[in-house]
């Protein structure tokens, strides 16, 4: 039998929400820990399993930091904690006293599910009326794009993210609005000589 090459599969780019689609997704929330879940996930650019195991103690408002402990790969890393999460974190801790783990699952002694999470972002972006096809892992990939699109380097952007090729991370210059805009039109660099009135 002759070696038959397989196909290539297709490359396609993830979905990436605008500021105000995500937004919307948070405004569908109408459960304070649920909401304060997508926010983390969205402003800490965390994988849902990241964000399922992250404990009260990862929550260093000291340092302004949130610990991301054993993610993809076992490595621990640090990403910022902005006051704005640090305050709706602390409602949400007020309210509910999660403990040990910040978003507890049916028992306060097990995390929520990924399932759990996974569906709820469905019916929250559907609640939302947002016709693209979210997931959680949609609000890691606009978290990356939205940092570069605000000037953040893509060595950062690399460290927040855990990747451990560049390479990874560069991928989301394709989908950086901001980036593709600054791209020099070149019809115009070249000059080319305007258009005579006789021309179709």
């Not at 780019?13 to 605008?18: E, G, N, R, W």
């Not at 978290?143 to 000037?151: M, N, P, V």
């Not at 090729?165 to 070149?186: E, G, I, V």
């Amino acid at each position: 039998m002759p070696h038959l090459p397989y196909g290539k599969k297709p490359k396609t780019l993830p979905v990436v929400l605008s500021p105000d689609e995500v937004r919307q997704l948070f405004q569908a929330c109408d459960r304070l820990r649920d909401r304060v879940l997508l926010q983390t996930t969205y402003a800490c650019g965390l994988r849902v399993a990241e964000v399922v195991h992250l404990q009260v103690t990862d929550i260093d408002s000291h340092r302004m930091v949130v610990w991301v402990r054993q993610g993809k790969g076992r490595k621990d890393r640090l990403v910022p904690l902005s006051a704005q999460l640090l305050t709706q974190l602390r409602d949400y801790w007020r309210q509910e006293r999660p403990q040990p783990w910040l978003f507890p699952g049916q028992t306060p002694h097990q995390p929520l599910s990924l399932a759990t999470v996974q569906n709820l972002v469905v019916r929250r972006a559907a609640d939302a009326g947002l016709s693209k096809h979210v997931t959680p892992h949609t609000l890691r990939h606009s978290y990356a794009t939205h940092l570069l699109e605000a000037g953040t380097d893509l060595c950062t952007l690399q460290k927040l993210l855990g990747h451990s090729s560049l390479k990874t991370t560069a991928r989301y210059l394709h989908l950086s609005t901001q980036h593709l805009q600054k791209t020099p039109c070149l019809l115009e660099w070249i000059a080319l000589p305007a258009s005579s009135p006789e021309a179709p």
